[in-house]
């Protein structure tokens, strides 16, 4: 069973490696960053809440969080399993992930926190772009998309992040710092953490995270 979170960084490559760990191990990618920015898309009511607040670089609160995940990991195709990337990011929602775990039978057997240095981070940030359409992501000089500007996979128009600017960048970096690094020592304490770093190119990665999971039964 691989019931996952992926923790990092903003810009540390967690949803450049969840879409290759997702299909080979035939367990959903669950983004609450995908979630949110696919209801500001849709302008539903949780799109209209959380679209300044992710602007700007904050978090959006807990209990808002939690329940969109508790919903979703109801869902059959959580059955065999789940990649949980950006959730939690907070002790709390890291409380409340035990309690929805417990309830589903699934509760998270590995936590892959990927470590990259700030100055690494502040220019694959500055030079992503993204598919507003099937969100994938690319960066101008180390992922470029085949054709400048078009996604490989829909060939939809890549777009520039709205929270990608150095102002709110500062703000998520500091929000992880607070909020989301004290998860991984609460990961730590369960034996459940294992660190990679995310420094080399997606491949290496890709391939050091495959050999981890292949062994995770
Ligand atoms: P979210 O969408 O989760 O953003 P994030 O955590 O800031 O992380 P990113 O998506 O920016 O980084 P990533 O690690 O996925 O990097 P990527 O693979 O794209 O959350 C957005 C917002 O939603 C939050 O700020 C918050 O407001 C809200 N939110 C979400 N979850 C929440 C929660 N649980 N609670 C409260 N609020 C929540 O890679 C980045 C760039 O680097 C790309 O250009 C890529 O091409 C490049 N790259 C990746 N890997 C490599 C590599 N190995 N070598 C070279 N380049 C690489
Ligand atoms: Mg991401």
Do not use: W
Not at 9 to 28: E, F, N, V, W
Not at 51 to 78: F, M
Not at 146 to 156: P, Q, R, W
């Amino acid at each position: 069973m691989r019931n996952i979170v992926l923790m990092g960084p903003p810009g540390a490559g967690k949803g450049t490696q969840a879409g290759d760990l997702a299909s080979r191990y035939h367990i959903p990618h669950i983004s609450t960053g995908d979630m949110f920015r696919e209801a500001i898309k849709n302008k539903t009511p949780l799109g209209q809440k959380a679209e300044a607040i992710i602007a700007r670089g904050d978090l959006v609160p807990d209990d808002v969080t939690v329940a969109l995940v508790k919903e979703r990991l109801s869902q059959p195709d959580c059955a065999e399993g789940y990649l949980l990337d950006g959730f939690p990011r907070t002790i709390p929602q890291a409380e409340a992930l035990d309690e929805i775990g417990k309830a589903i039978g699934r509760a998270v057997n590995a936590v892959i926190d990927i470590t990259v240095p700030e100055e690494i981070l502040i220019d694959r940030i500055g030079g992503r772009r993204v598919c507003p359409k099937c969100g994938a992501s690319y960066h101008v000089r180390n992922m470029k998309p085949k054709v400048e500007g078009k996604c490989d996979v829909c060939g939809s128009d890549l777009i520039t992040r709205k929270d990608d600017n150095a102002e709110s960048f500062k703000v998520r970096l500091d929000n992880y710092y607070r909020q989301t690094a004290p998860v991984s020592d609460f990961y730590k304490n369960k034996g459940l953490l294992h660190t990679f770093d995310g420094t080399g190119g997606k491949e290496k990665l890709q391939g050091v995270l495959f050999a981890f999971l292949d062994r995770l039964s």
